[in-house]
């Protein structure tokens, strides 16, 4: 249990010497992490309600939303995708991918 409890609080507080072999798993599971794990696991989509933009035109949809986010955050969204929900009978919600 000793063993267990020392090795947990060496790695938890990164106390092994640089060029150990724990020293190489700990960096190779970091970059593992970087670098395996898709992004949209830290991208949450952006919700906005039909009735929060107004009528929309199916032609100029991006455009309204990118116009309404603008004003609601205060600087330009780029936008990479819009996907269209509908929850309830009439009640449509727009989730919006930034790029």
Partial sequence: ???????LKKTLFWSYERGSWQYDVMCVLILA?????P???FHKPITVRSEEVGPVSPAGIEQQIADHLARRYGHPVAISSIETVEERPGEVKYLIWEK
């Fill in 1 to 7: 249990m000793k063993l267990i409890l020392t090795t």
């Fill in 33 to 37: 992490f970087i670098f395996l794990v």
């Fill in 39 to 41: 992004s949209s696991i």
